[in-house]
């Protein structure tokens, strides 16, 4: 009997490719992801991807036929573990799909924001063209200390591209021995506010769990460097967004860079929609054409591969 897969929110065509002339498999990609849609339609399929909607008790407690679920990224906050641990559901991720997309990102946002670049593009636009330019403060990336929280896929991608501006990199990482980091380039603390207090450039790598949540907050924000820019690509509510635009309010830190955020889509009234020292993206730090069509194509030969009994391990969450 065939098994049947359904596509949570539409993924890139390279992955759907997969299904198309393949006989064991039947597909139905499933635009409306609401808890009511989901209820109704999901519990006739085996398997399923899943993007940013939200599964949960609610809904899973009427998948008795469902075996695993294919994240199409890495993170999986968006899914009810408890739940899926009790019920052997398999958990799966891209884990080899988007972590270069996520490290180019951050660069961006890192060049960005120290090269002001939004208002010197302003300017321009406005025809001022030198007028303001000498007091538009920047900042070069060469010789200055970044701190990387969380050294894994993210965080090692990253720091090559850190020390190809000569940057100096300290990570933290409880989880990751003194060695891993010494042979990327990096120098392990074990102190977060001494690395704060001496970073100029700080970036976020490590998954929201109740330990992360508002990891970085006030207290922490107010011992950082003035002229420190803060790069969140990892998951909003992992910085204290009220305590951020605070902290760029009172010039304790100079900007960031934010691709995700506490509520997603961001609220319209987020006040950090109208703090010019913040650089933002609507979690799209993966988006780029390349990154999509191999998260899309991961995320389905993960759930083949389930089925095939070849999955990689690297793929599957430990639960
Ligand atoms: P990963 O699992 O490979 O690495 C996470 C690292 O965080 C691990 O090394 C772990 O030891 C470390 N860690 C865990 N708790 C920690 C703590 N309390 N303090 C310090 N370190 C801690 O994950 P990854 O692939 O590098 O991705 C990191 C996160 O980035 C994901 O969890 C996801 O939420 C986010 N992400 C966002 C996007 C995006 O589109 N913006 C894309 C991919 C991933």
């Not at 759907?16 to 393949?22: A, G, P, T, V």
């Not at 204290?240 to 304790?252: P, V, Y």
Request: charged share 30%.
């Amino acid at each position: 009997m065939k098994k049947k897969i359904a596509i949570i929110e539409k993924i890139h065509d390279d992955g759907i490719k997969l299904l198309e002339n393949n006989n064991d498999y039947e597909f139905k990609i499933i635009n409306d992801s609401s808890e009511e849609n989901l209820i109704k339609i999901l519990p006739d399929f085996d398997a399923c991807t899943l993007r940013v909607s939200r599964l949960d008790e609610k809904i899973l407690k009427y998948c008795n036929k469902l075996k695993v679920i294919s994240r199409h990224g890495v993170g999986y906050d968006n899914v009810d573990l408890d739940y899926v641990r009790k019920n052997n559901i398999s958990l799966l991720i891209t884990a080899t799909a988007n972590a270069v997309a996520v490290a180019e990102h951050v660069i961006y946002m890192m060049l960005s924001v120290s090269k002001s670049i939004n208002q010197y593009d302003q300017e321009v636009r406005l025809g001022n063209f030198k007028k303001n330019a000498q007091n538009i403060k920047t900042f070069e990336l060469f010789n200055k200390e970044i701190l990387i929280i969380g050294f894994g896929r993210i965080g090692q991608n990253l720091i090559k591209r850190c020390k190809g501006f000569d940057m100096n990199v300290k990570v933290y990482d409880p989880f990751v021995d003194e060695k891993t980091i010494l042979n990327h380039g990096g120098k392990k603390i074990t102190n977060l506010e001494e690395g704060l207090n001496k970073c100029d450039y700080l970036s976020l790598h490590v998954p929201l769990t109740e330990k992360t949540k508002n990891l970085i907050d006030f207290s922490k924000l107010k011992i950082m460097k003035k002229n420190s820019i803060i790069i969140n690509t990892a998951r909003g509510g992992i910085i204290n967004e009220n305590d951020l635009n605070k902290a760029l309010n009172e010039k304790i830190i100079f900007g960031a860079g934010l691709d995700v955020f506490n509520v997603e889509p961001v609220d319209i009234k987020n006040p950090l929609l109208k703090n010019n020292r913040v650089l933002l993206s609507p979690h799209s730090a993966t988006f780029t054409e390349e990154c999509k069509s191999r998260m899309s194509i991961e995320t389905v030969k993960n759930i083949i591969d389930f089925f095939e009994n070849k999955i990689d391990k690297s793929m599957i969450v430990k639960l």
